[in-house]
């Protein structure tokens, strides 16, 4: 069964810099589009950032600029870096994966940011 985890949210201040990490444990395919999602109280889930498994991104115009979508194929891992981050980037983020056309989510990791 595949279960994909979210790490690296918290509290920072406006300007500030965190970065998240997702690993899929129990999954032995290289995962297809792995993608970064997140949903504010009271908003509907947006994509933040997604990449191909041959290293193509995309962003949401929102944070163009400011986040870096990577990922480590021999791990299973997807990184977001996300920089000079604002009030409204405040989110649960959730992470997600498309293995063998099945699309597995992480259970999310909130980001504040905060002064």
């Known amino acids: 069964q595949v279960q994909l985890k979210e790490s690296g949210g918290g509290s920072v201040q406006p300007g500030g810099s965190l970065r998240l990490s997702c690993a899929a444990a129990g999954n032995r395919f290289t995962p297809g589009a792995m993608s970064w999602y997140r949903q504010a109280p009271d908003k509907q889930r947006e994509l933040v950032a997604s990449?191909?498994?041959?290293?193509?991104?995309n962003y949401a115009n929102s944070v163009k600029g400011r986040f870096n979508i990577s990922r480590n194929k021999l791990r299973n891992t997807v990184y977001l870096q996300m920089d000079s981050l604002k009030p409204e980037d405040t989110a649960v983020y959730y992470c997600?994966?498309?293995?063998?056309?099945?699309?597995?989510w992480g259970e999310g990791t909130q980001v504040t940011v905060s002064s």
């Open positions: 990449i191909t498994i041959d290293g193509t991104t």
């Open positions: 997600s994966f498309v293995i063998r056309s099945n699309n597995y």
